[in-house]
């Protein structure tokens, strides 16, 4: 990713790069902006073309999620599916699995 090398390689994957959403992207996010309240995305399971996280934040915006995926699957040139499906709502998750078309 051009510009962002510091914080993930070059050759990083749509895939690869959603595996890293807490553990790289929000950590940097949060140097810029400390107050931010972030939601979180735990990594379920990962496999050729395919990776399912957990969401979970009281906004609910788990479509801006969505949109946020699309958009980068775009960027990548990488065709996906993406599925949502919500598995708890107190406190508020959902299941979002990301598959290569």
């Given at each position: 990713?051009?510009?962002?090398?510091?914080?993930?390689?070059?050759?990083?994957?749509?895939?690869?790069?959603?595996?890293q959403?807490?553990?790289?992207?929000?950590?940097?996010?949060?140097?810029?902006?400390?107050?931010?309240?972030?939601?979180?995305?735990?990594?379920?399971?990962?496999?050729?073309?395919?990776?399912q996280?957990?969401?979970?934040?009281?906004?609910?915006?788990?479509?801006?999620?969505?949109?946020?995926?699309?958009?980068?699957?775009?960027?990548?040139?990488?065709?996906?599916?993406?599925?949502?499906?919500?598995?708890?709502?107190?406190?508020?998750?959902?299941?979002?699995?990301?598959?290569?078309?």
């Amino acid at each position: 990713m051009e510009g962002h090398k510091h914080i993930v390689s070059a050759d990083v994957t749509l895939f690869e790069l959603l595996a890293q959403l807490d553990s790289k992207i929000h950590v940097e996010v949060l140097k810029l902006y400390p107050n931010a309240t972030l939601p979180t995305f735990s990594i379920l399971n990962v496999g050729p073309g395919m990776i399912q996280m957990l969401y979970q934040s009281p906004r609910q915006l788990e479509t801006l999620a969505s949109g946020l995926i699309q958009g980068g699957a775009e960027y990548f040139n990488t065709k996906v599916d993406v599925d949502m499906v919500i598995v708890q709502t107190d406190p508020y998750k959902v299941k979002i699995t990301v598959k290569q078309a």
